[in-house]
């Protein structure tokens, strides 16, 4: 098993939808949890942290749930630039960050 | 402020020969690291440096990769001899902290071909 695992996707919405990915992470002491965005041939960019309580950043909420030991993240009214691979990011202590595998967004304008 | 820098952007090489990828990282970061990208295995952690020394290289695939980070504003990852299978995008990171979990600031990549 995958210590951190995601959906590859690809998921094909249109503009003004509401799009939910779920990431997985196997080591129940894991401290920090992120998703990053990638676009197309660019490098990965912090889109924001997730916290215990759950956090929001504009059309973005991220979720956390330690017992299920998974992480969330949903966009609502998606735009085509929200176009891109999400990737979920979990650090498990010290030094170790694990980046999953990324999921394919395709939001058709 | 610059962000990471690394060069070269695009490098393509022939099977044997040594290969020199580049990174600056963004000034005042502490922790530098070295990641591979491929479709097949996304992105693998190489390794990675804190305060120049390195920490973890059990990332490194094979005995043909080594890195050095001589001083805090640079960092080279080389491959020797180079094989086809190296193909791959090439990210180096550096983040602020000693400690881990902190955000992540990525270089453009370098996007090696090994023919």
């Known amino acids: 098993r995958k210590e951190v695992e995601q959906d590859p996707g690809p998921f094909n919405v249109p503009e003004g939808a509401t799009v939910a990915f779920n990431c997985t992470y196997s080591?129940?002491?894991?401290?920090?949890f992120f998703w990053y965005r990638q676009d197309c041939r660019k490098e990965p960019k912090l889109l924001m942290s997730?916290?215990?309580s759950g956090n929001e950043d504009g059309r973005f909420t991220a979720q956390l749930n330690r017992a299920s030991q998974y992480i969330s993240l949903l966009i609502s009214d998606s735009k085509d630039s929200d176009s891109a691979t999400y990737l979920c990011?979990?650090?498990?202590?010290?030094?170790?960050?694990?980046f999953g595998a990324g999921t394919r967004l395709f939001v058709k304008a | 402020d610059a962000g990471v820098i690394q060069s070269p952007r695009h490098e393509v090489t022939e099977m044997g020969q040594e290969v020199t990828l580049r990174c600056k990282p963004i000034?005042?970061?502490?922790?530098l690291f070295w990641y591979r990208q491929t479709m097949m295995r996304g992105l693998e952690l190489l390794i990675y440096?804190?305060?120049?020394?390195?920490?973890?290289d059990s990332g490194m695939p094979e005995d043909r990769f080594s890195a050095k980070m001589p001083n805090a504003s640079f960092s080279t990852l080389k491959i020797q001899p180079s094989e086809p299978r190296d193909s791959a995008v090439y990210f180096c990171?550096?983040?602020?902290?000693?400690?881990?979990?902190?955000?992540?600031?990525f270089g453009p990549g370098t996007r090696l071909t090994v023919l």
């Open positions: 997730v916290y215990s």
């Open positions: 990171a550096s983040s602020p902290r000693l400690a881990g979990g902190d955000t992540q600031y």
């Open positions: 080591n129940s002491a894991s401290q920090s």
């Open positions: 440096f804190n305060n120049n020394v390195p920490i973890d």
């Open positions: 990011v979990v650090h498990t202590g010290g030094f170790k960050t694990i």
């Open positions: 000034s005042g970061h502490n922790s």
